[in-house]
């Protein structure tokens, strides 16, 4: 399960004297701020009918696994009346806000002073408009609703309604819940502040708080098995067990805690697979355990270490390795109490990927002790692709999981494992909670043709991050080695309009500029910055202007960044040299057999310029807010002078039969480094500046 990080404990205001009320309002924000950089902030004009006006400060939202904003406001009003309390602002927002188009949000009330000390209340409905002034890069959102907001006291105001958020399972953090599989519910007003952890057997009622999934299409309902209560620093979020009798299918999801909140929709299936990881995002550095003797298991780290009572290291070639998921299935048997063990070997097709290798474990099934908890046995080939961020996924019946990574050691002697452009020093400082600081800007541009229509779509983005180990796969690449024959499969699910990913921190570099060679027409354009990322795209050949993009193309030559420096990152200066495309000696294909896998050959290029081979698919099913969408997609690198690679048929497999599928190839010089002040002191540890040029098609994959 995810680890939550222990917080402060809220302390209650207890106001005397003045009974509960309930206020009817509706809040009013217009034209607020919304900044993205190091921390993302809302700050704007609010008005709360029959209460009066004043300002609203959101000064750090944060991103979740769905790429929605959340955090703690605060509505400051006249004297010492202040209302405090949760807003999110989906993700969708942004975007929204960049067309000129709607936007929705909502906001709980969890407290304040003066008037509104111990106030509780909820708007569940913000919607309103978005709008980017182009010249400046601002962003400003307006938006209204109506809501409640009930004052402390002692009289009989009513009760607060819990408000649910999001409910995903516990390991990639993404929607959709396997029966028999630990989830996450988040929201607020969800439980009592503080933390209950609960003990066998798991209960589906403490406290009044419990979790009840209800057919979309009516029936009874059935309470969840209750793991934790968490409401701690802000963050209230629950955790359970969902029975193995819950039927696959759509459900509304509610949570009762004095009152019953909302329903929220969800999917139940019949299992999905999520390797849990070390930070709770997802993506990051898997949960894995090393097995050294029947009385020690290490926890994967890059290097060896002990610190008390746990001891950790790299994994092993040949060595065996206990992987730690959630949502293999549901079982026979109470889910609330600790399972004696179940191995679904013996009815699923299950393998293990690691580094290019497909590997058949030696038991995948429910964890003896544990309640929804998974384990995962296998031992690592003595071939086994070795460094810091292995690429490493599950599949279960041709199902893939989030994909993850772990650290493998170059052998068993050695301490440590072995990351290109790190030293052994900066990887002992990721394992004791250190952080790494890069730059990393690409340029793009892919040629394809589609129904007789040739287009190029042209891209220069990048970003300044800061990351931890746990997501140092992350991190963009600082070093010009490259693995050749190397292939990754990645899988994502996007439920409605709301999608999943791992996030690292980024940093604010002020305005970016970009120049080109003659033709480019980039002289001195500016980089679009958006969710602390920068970015100039455009698409080429479509006969038609795309408002707000910036007429630009990408022709081989010099191209160079100019940062002005911002509240993060100082000024700096980057260049790389874009070549020409490599020559494919035969046109990608129309249709793609998959078992038979697929060769590229080409010629050009400089022998050691990196190629990518990419491509992917992708499959739906329902519709709306229910509709579920599975994307796998691959990557491959070689080297230019190879002049040859063959995607194998164990890759293409793994992506859906469809008839709209992607695949590309491109290739580009190493990056070239370079370095930018901070303006917290130092210097970033590395930055690149580098580019792929290439060609594509959207082949059938049968």
């Given at each position: 399960m995810?680890?939550?990080?222990?917080?402060?404990?809220?302390?209650?205001l207890?106001?005397?004297?003045?009974?509960a009320?309930?206020?009817?309002?509706t809040?009013?924000?217009?034209n607020?701020?919304?900044?993205?950089g190091?921390?993302?902030s809302?700050?704007?004009?609010?008005?709360?009918?029959?209460?009066?006006?004043?300002?609203?400060?959101?000064?750090?939202?944060?991103?979740d696994?769905?790429g929605?904003?959340?955090?703690?406001?605060?509505?400051?009003?006249?004297?010492?009346?202040?209302?405090?309390?949760v807003?999110?602002?989906?993700?969708?927002?942004?975007s929204?806000?960049?067309?000129?188009?709607?936007?929705?949000?909502?906001a709980t009330?969890?407290?304040?002073?003066?008037?509104?000390?111990?106030a509780?209340?909820?708007?569940?409905n913000?919607?309103?408009?978005?709008?980017?002034?182009?010249?400046?890069?601002?962003?400003?959102?307006?938006?209204?609703?109506?809501?409640?907001?009930?004052?402390?006291?002692?009289?009989?105001?009513?009760?607060p309604?819990?408000?649910?958020?999001?409910?995903?399972?516990?390991?990639?953090?993404?929607?959709n819940?396997?029966r028999?599989?630990?989830?996450?519910?988040?929201?607020?007003?969800?439980s009592?502040?503080?933390?209950?952890?609960?003990?066998?057997p798991?209960p589906?009622?403490?406290?009044?708080?419990?979790?009840?999934?209800?057919?979309?299409?009516g029936g009874?309902?059935?309470d969840?098995?209750?793991?934790?209560?968490y409401?701690?620093?802000?963050?209230?979020?629950?955790?359970?067990?969902l029975?193995s009798?819950?039927?696959?299918?759509?459900?509304?999801?509610?949570?009762?805690?004095?009152?019953v909140?909302?329903?929220?929709?969800?999917?139940?299936?019949?299992?999905?697979?999520?390797?849990?990881?070390?930070?709770?995002?997802?993506?990051?550095?898997?949960?894995?355990?090393?097995y050294?003797?029947?009385s020690?298991?290490?926890?994967?780290?890059?290097?060896?270490?002990?610190?008390?009572?746990y001891?950790?290291?790299?994994?092993?070639?040949?060595?065996?390795?206990?992987?730690?998921?959630t949502?293999?299935?549901?079982?026979?048997?109470?889910?609330?109490?600790a399972?004696?063990?179940?191995?679904?070997?013996?009815?699923?097709?299950?393998?293990?990927?690691?580094?290019?290798?497909?590997?058949?474990?030696?038991?995948?099934?429910?964890?003896?002790?544990?309640?929804?908890?998974?384990q995962?046995?296998?031992?690592?080939?003595?071939?086994?692709?070795t460094?810091?961020?292995?690429p490493?996924?599950?599949?279960?019946?041709?199902?893939?999981?989030?994909?993850?990574?772990?650290?493998?050691?170059?052998?068993?002697?050695?301490?440590?494992?072995v990351?290109?452009?790190?030293?052994?020093?900066?990887?002992?400082?990721?394992?004791?909670?250190?952080?790494?600081?890069?730059?990393g800007?690409?340029?793009?541009?892919?040629?394809?043709?589609a129904s007789?229509?040739?287009?190029?779509?042209?891209?220069?983005?990048?970003a300044?991050?800061?990351?931890?180990?746990?997501?140092?796969?992350?991190?963009?690449?600082?070093?010009?080695?490259?693995?050749?024959?190397?292939?990754?499969?990645?899988?994502s699910?996007?439920?409605?309009?709301s999608?999943?990913?791992?996030?690292?921190t980024?940093?604010d570099?002020?305005?970016?500029?970009v120049?080109?060679?003659?033709?480019?027409?980039?002289?001195?354009?500016?980089?679009?910055?958006?969710?602390?990322?920068?970015s100039?795209?455009?698409?080429?050949g479509?006969?038609v202007?795309?408002?707000?993009?910036?007429?630009?193309?990408?022709?081989?030559?010099?191209?160079?960044?100019?940062?002005?420096g911002?509240?993060?990152?100082g000024?700096f200066?980057a260049?790389?040299?874009v070549?020409?495309?490599?020559?494919?000696?035969?046109?990608?294909?129309?249709?793609?057999?998959?078992s038979?896998?697929?060769?590229?050959?080409?010629?050009?290029?400089?022998?050691?310029?990196?190629?990518?081979?990419?491509?992917?698919?992708?499959?739906?099913?329902?519709?709306?807010?229910?509709?579920?969408?599975?994307?796998?997609?691959?990557?491959?690198?070689?080297?230019a002078?190879?002049?040859?690679?063959?995607?194998?048929?164990?890759?293409?497999?793994?992506?859906p039969?469809?008839?709209?599928?992607?695949?590309?190839?491109?290739?580009?010089?190493?990056?070239?480094n370079?370095?930018?002040?901070?303006?917290?002191g130092?210097?970033?540890?590395?930055?690149?500046?580098?580019?792929?040029?290439?060609?594509?098609?959207?082949?059938?994959?049968?």
């Amino acid at each position: 399960m995810k680890r939550i990080s222990s917080g402060i404990t809220l302390a209650l205001l207890i106001c005397a004297a003045a009974p509960a009320a309930t206020v009817n309002t509706t809040l009013t924000v217009t034209n607020a701020t919304l900044t993205i950089g190091l921390g993302t902030s809302l700050n704007g004009p609010a008005t709360l009918t029959t209460i009066g006006s004043g300002t609203l400060s959101a000064p750090s939202l944060t991103a979740d696994s769905s790429g929605d904003y959340s955090g703690n406001y605060t509505i400051t009003l006249a004297g010492a009346d202040r209302i405090t309390g949760v807003l999110k602002v989906p993700g969708s927002a942004i975007s929204a806000a960049l067309a000129g188009g709607a936007i929705t949000g909502s906001a709980t009330v969890t407290g304040g002073a003066g008037t509104y000390a111990g106030a509780t209340g909820n708007f569940a409905n913000l919607s309103g408009t978005g709008s980017l002034n182009l010249s400046t890069g601002a962003i400003t959102l307006s938006f209204s609703g109506a809501g409640t907001i009930t004052t402390g006291g002692t009289g009989g105001g009513g009760t607060p309604t819990p408000n649910i958020t999001d409910v995903l399972d516990a390991g990639s953090y993404t929607k959709n819940i396997a029966r028999g599989s630990i989830f996450v519910v988040k929201g607020s007003l969800l439980s009592a502040a503080g933390y209950t952890a609960m003990s066998f057997p798991l209960p589906p009622v403490s406290s009044g708080v419990k979790i009840t999934f209800t057919p979309a299409a009516g029936g009874s309902g059935t309470d969840a098995y209750l793991v934790y209560l968490y409401n701690l620093g802000g963050v209230n979020q629950l955790a359970a067990v969902l029975p193995s009798t819950v039927t696959t299918g759509n459900y509304n999801v509610t949570v009762t805690n004095g009152a019953v909140s909302a329903p929220f929709a969800v999917q139940v299936v019949e299992r999905k697979v999520g390797l849990i990881t070390a930070d709770g995002s997802g993506s990051g550095l898997a949960v894995l355990q090393n097995y050294i003797s029947a009385s020690q298991l290490d926890i994967d780290r890059f290097t060896t270490f002990a610190s008390s009572p746990y001891t950790y290291s790299p994994a092993k070639p040949g060595q065996i390795v206990i992987a730690w998921v959630t949502g293999l299935g549901g079982v026979a048997g109470g889910d609330n109490v600790a399972s004696p063990g179940f191995d679904f070997n013996t009815s699923l097709t299950i393998r293990v990927l690691v580094g290019g290798a497909t590997i058949t474990p030696l038991y995948a099934g429910r964890a003896p002790g544990l309640a929804g908890a998974d384990q995962i046995n296998f031992q690592l080939p003595a071939n086994i692709a070795t460094g810091c961020t292995v690429p490493f996924q599950v599949s279960v019946n041709g199902q893939l999981s989030n994909t993850s990574f772990i650290a493998i050691a170059p052998d068993a002697s050695a301490s440590a494992c072995v990351q290109p452009g790190y030293t052994t020093d900066q990887l002992k400082k990721f394992d004791s909670g250190g952080t790494y600081t890069v730059g990393g800007f690409q340029i793009t541009q892919f040629g394809i043709t589609a129904s007789g229509v040739s287009i190029k779509s042209n891209s220069v983005s990048g970003a300044f991050v800061r990351i931890s180990g746990f997501q140092l796969s992350s991190a963009p690449a600082t070093s010009t080695s490259t693995q050749v024959g190397s292939c990754t499969v990645s899988q994502s699910t996007t439920t409605g309009s709301s999608t999943s990913s791992g996030t690292v921190t980024t940093l604010d570099a002020g305005n970016i500029t970009v120049s080109g060679p003659a033709g480019s027409s980039l002289n001195n354009t500016p980089l679009t910055k958006l969710e602390g990322t920068y970015s100039l795209t455009n698409t080429e050949g479509l006969g038609v202007v795309i408002p707000g993009q910036v007429a630009f193309t990408l022709p081989a030559g010099t191209y160079t960044l100019n940062g002005a420096g911002g509240v993060d990152v100082g000024n700096f200066t980057a260049s790389v040299t874009v070549g020409s495309p490599l020559t494919l000696t035969t046109p990608l294909p129309d249709s793609v057999t998959r078992s038979a896998g697929v060769t590229v050959n080409w010629t050009g290029g400089n022998a050691s310029d990196v190629v990518q081979i990419t491509g992917g698919g992708s499959t739906s099913t329902g519709t709306g807010a229910a509709r579920v969408t599975t994307t796998t997609s691959f990557i491959c690198l070689t080297t230019a002078g190879v002049r040859t690679f063959t995607v194998p048929p164990a890759v293409l497999t793994q992506l859906p039969a469809t008839d709209n599928g992607s695949l590309f190839v491109s290739s580009g010089a190493q990056p070239l480094n370079f370095t930018a002040s901070l303006k917290a002191g130092g210097s970033i540890d590395a930055g690149s500046f580098g580019s792929f040029v290439g060609v594509g098609a959207a082949p059938a994959y049968r």
